[in-house]
């Protein structure tokens, strides 16, 4: 133990203050350039950004471990490498070996990305200042960072707040664009402070299932472009590669003939995409039922199960429902309420649903279908794989696509009747209800 004497405390009124100085306010008028961007050379990549990284810009990754953060970063940082930039990759996690054993791996050991293994912020900015501004740096990961201002252990909220804090000054001041890599907790959520989210320029995803070749990222927070933007890739033994058409590789193990599946014409950001969402309906013996979803929102799985019941007289409080989005991609948009229930209707009744049929729209609490946006361009690439008929809501009517049958739908009941008259055995039977 060693005794220290605390600095006597300044009174307020002897500090020193300076006056401020009048700021020049300009009106909302005017012209403006769009921010100069460094494409990265990957399609996918450059399309969640919005174009590429904007110079000065920090951005923020996240994703679960092992899910490939690592790998898509190693191959944006030489894609823009062998196009002439400066690129700078510091890893707090690994040696500078195992960096370079990906890189060989990835067949990507010949591109002129310089590497660095430190955690030290002073040390790591005072390098980035030296020589020429780097175009982009890599930070991997932000946890394991440390700055000496904060008497803290690394890894805690004062030191990931001061480490990205100093970080994002020498983005501003240089113009360099930096990567920042982040764990993420259990539920998803990017670990640490939220404040960090809030300082960054945009904050990105990278989701998918360890059991799955798919990985998709996914576009949170873009000050310079659209959010909700999503690239697909799939993970090959030498590293990710881009996926062209993910309609179709998400169709492509489809199930045809099966009841319980409905094909979904959805909408991610800008790009129309069709997934197979399957359910299952299922008699139970417990008190409780089960309900298990996998890529939705269970409290939307929740609220289409009791409009089933008010609204359309199909009880499901004795079945066990599981409900899965093929492909391991996540659905959060309310267009997906009208396949969910086709295809709860179709796995209850054990009616298999049209193979040429799309499904979209939105169900109101009321047992409407309510219109959603963007029908054209999902009709568009509903036609683009084959498809022929649509199942849609009133709304979309006037939005004909040659070479697509549409089938306007104003209630969920009008939809569960057209599936149960195609069932041999029946909603009632199904569901083991008494006659009334």
């Known amino acids: 133990m060693e005794e220290t004497a605390a600095a006597a405390a300044v009174p307020v009124a002897q500090r020193s203050s300076r006056k401020g100085r009048s700021i020049r306010l300009e009106s909302l008028g005017g012209s403006s350039e769009d921010a100069p961007r460094i494409a990265a050379g990957i399609p996918e990549f450059d399309r969640v950004t919005g174009g590429g990284f904007v110079r000065g810009s920090v951005l923020l990754l996240g994703g679960d471990p092992g899910i490939g953060k690592s790998t898509l970063l190693i191959e944006v940082a030489a894609k823009l490498a062998m196009n002439g930039s400066r690129v700078i990759y510091v890893s707090g996690e690994e040696a500078i070996g195992q960096v370079r054993m990906r890189a060989e791996r990835l067949k990507l050991s010949q591109a002129p990305v310089e590497l660095a293994a430190e955690t030290n912020i002073e040390d790591i900015i005072s390098t980035l200042s030296s020589g020429e501004p780097p175009a982009l740096v890599v930070i991997d990961s932000i946890q394991t960072m440390w700055t000496e201002t904060v008497d803290s252990a690394p890894g805690t909220v004062t030191q990931v707040r001061g480490a990205a804090q100093a970080l994002l000054r020498f983005a501003k001041k240089s113009g360099t664009a930096v990567v920042l890599v982040g764990h993420v907790t259990k539920d998803g959520q990017i670990a640490g402070p939220r404040v960090v989210e809030h300082m960054v320029d945009a904050v990105l995803s990278f989701e998918g299932e360890g059991s799955q070749q798919f990985r998709i990222l ?219």
Do not use: W
């Open 218 to 436: 996914r576009g949170l927070k873009n000050r310079f472009g659209p959010t909700d933007e999503i690239g697909v890739f799939e993970m090959t033994g030498s590293g990710l590669s881009e996926v062209q058409n993910p309609s179709a590789l998400f169709l492509s193990d489809r199930d045809l003939g099966s009841p319980g599946t409905a094909v979904f014409a959805g909408m991610e950001g800008t790009r129309p995409l069709l997934v197979e969402i399957q359910a299952l309906v299922a008699p139970t013996a417990l008190g409780t039922p089960r309900r298990a979803v996998v890529g939705a929102d269970s409290s939307r799985l929740s609220m289409i199960l009791a409009v089933l019941e008010a609204r359309c007289g199909v009880r499901l409080s004795g079945h066990d429902v599981y409900l899965n989005v093929a492909g391991g991609l996540r659905i959060v948009e309310p267009a997906a309420d009208l396949a969910i229930a086709a295809a709860l209707v179709s796995s209850l009744s054990g009616a298999a649903l049209p193979q040429d049929a799309v499904y979209f729209g939105e169900v109101s609490l009321t047992g409407a279908v309510r219109a959603v946006p963007q029908t054209p361009a999902r009709l568009k690439e509903a036609v683009k794989l084959g498809f022929t008929r649509a199942m849609l809501p009133e709304g979309g009517r006037g939005d004909h696509v040659e070479a697509v049958s549409l089938a306007p739908i104003a209630a969920l009941d009008r939809l569960v009747a057209d599936i149960a008259a195609s069932s041999k055995r029946g909603l009632r039977a199904a569901a083991g209800r008494d006659s009334e």
